[in-house]
């Protein structure tokens, strides 16, 4: 009797799995009525959609029989956190999973900090992970949290400044709108000589950071 096994008859977008035929000497696979594989007892294969998979069998006589085994391919699915968001101390950022992208709803939920509900809201800088498990497929998506102190933004002492010279503030570390009280948004600010009062205030996230110097 000609038969098939399998490693298994369900996998996740992107793995594999091996068939193995017995009970003959000589076995032709399909996949699909596509894909073929000559000569072999068994192959490994990775369908990217559900699949059926055929295989001739003949004796040392010559006699021939036909099995097939499906492998159904679970649909994939992108858990996404969104973008990195920064926030004041004090304040919560709320961290959503976004159900409604997928096809199915999850079968489990679990975030590294122990909580098993789509939304959760955070308070200490870090990075933050969920993994989402639907049937036997888990995604896994990653956020970090950033919490500003505004009372620790400094953009240095006041500097003096000989003629000729240049005194450069770089804000680079952040992101966000900057706005200085000349009009300007540099990122990095060359204040030249004579210099004078210059104050920032820097949108980043949901929090305000501001801070000025006299040059």
Known sequence: ???????????????????TANGAVIYDWTVNDFETYLN????????????????????????????????????????????????CMGQSANLVLNVQDFDVAPTSVRWNTGETTNNIAVTTSGKYYVDVTIDICTKTDTIEVIVQNPASFDIGPDPLLCEGKTHLIDLSAYSGTISWNDNTNNIIKAISYPGGFYKVVVVDGSCVLTDSITV
């Open 1 to 19: 009797n000609l038969f098939i096994t399998q490693t298994t008859n369900k996998i996740c977008p992107g793995e594999s799995v091996t068939l």
């Open 40 to 87: 072999a007892a068994n192959i490994t294969i990775s369908p990217d959609s559900t699949s059926v998979v055929k295989t001739e069998g003949a004796s040392t006589q010559g006699c021939k029989a036909n099995k097939q085994a499906s492998i159904q391919v679970n649909s994939p699915f992108f858990p996404d956190l969104g973008p990195d968001k920064r926030i």
